[in-house]
């Protein structure tokens, strides 16, 4: 099993970006918008920002993973050793999404949202605010019985969990990346299942 096949396993069981279980209290703070604060933002606060090491464990990621991304721009460039809230909500996402998505397309979806990485001036979304945003669709998604998961109707869950203050071309970038978001989360999870059973007839 690689990398991305590992990661769609536990996509339903775990916070997403996160080896943290989802519990129904985790279930229920990202359900009110509260996913970052609620999970992430305690393990931050105690030590204003995380070490390298305690990111690779609550995330499942290999430091030199992270410390790759920071050095290809992907993620802001750390200041003091530690992790900040921007820095570890950008890796969050770019977890999310690494089984479905290549690394390149990822940080472009982000730009597309936020632009440069080091410059919170062109920011649509926080990217803390993002991963909750992200969190809440997953969850709804998850709970949508009977709905068919194409493009039309992730689109319109996307258009669904976006706030109001949004609008315009605003609101439609982060409704087509929230789709895509939303679509690479499930195809992972997919994925994972087709070779779940492919290695039931392969032995």
């Keep these: 099993m690689n990398i991305s ?9 775990h916070v997403p970006g996160t080896v943290l279980p989802l519990t129904d209290w985790a279930k229920d703070r990202i359900r ?19 070490t390298l090491s305690q990111l690779a464990r609550f995330t499942g990621l290999e430091g030199s993973t992270i410390q790759n991304w920071i050095k290809r ?6 200041k003091n050793k530690k992790y900040t809230e921007k820095q570890v909500a950008r890796i969050l996402l770019i ?7 290549k ?6 979806l982000m730009q597309y949202i936020n632009g440069e990485v080091e ?16 969190c809440s669709a997953v969850l709804k998604l998850d709970d949508s019985e009977g709905i ?4 039309e109707n992730v ?4 258009d669904s969990m976006i706030s109001e203050e949004f609008t315009g071309l605003v609101r439609d970038k982060l409704q087509k990346a929230l789709a895509i978001m939303l679509l690479a989360y499930r195809s992972a999870i997919l994925k994972n299942e087709a070779y779940r059973l492919y290695s039931e007839i392969n032995g």
């Design 73 to 78: 721009g992907w993620v802001a460039s750390n």
């Design 119 to 134: 410059d919170e001036s062109d920011d649509i979304l926080h990217d803390k605010d993002l991963f909750d945003l992200l």
């Design 32 to 50: 009110q918008g509260q996913a970052f604060d609620s999970l992430i933002a305690p393990i931050l606060s105690a030590t204003g920002g995380v």
């Design 5 to 13: 096949e590992r990661q769609a396993s536990k996509m339903n069981s």
């Design 148 to 151: 068919r998961i194409d493009g």
């Design 155 to 158: 689109m319109k869950i996307s």
């Design 95 to 101: 977890n999310v999404l690494r089984a479905a998505m």
């Design 103 to 108: 690394l390149e397309d990822i940080v472009k």
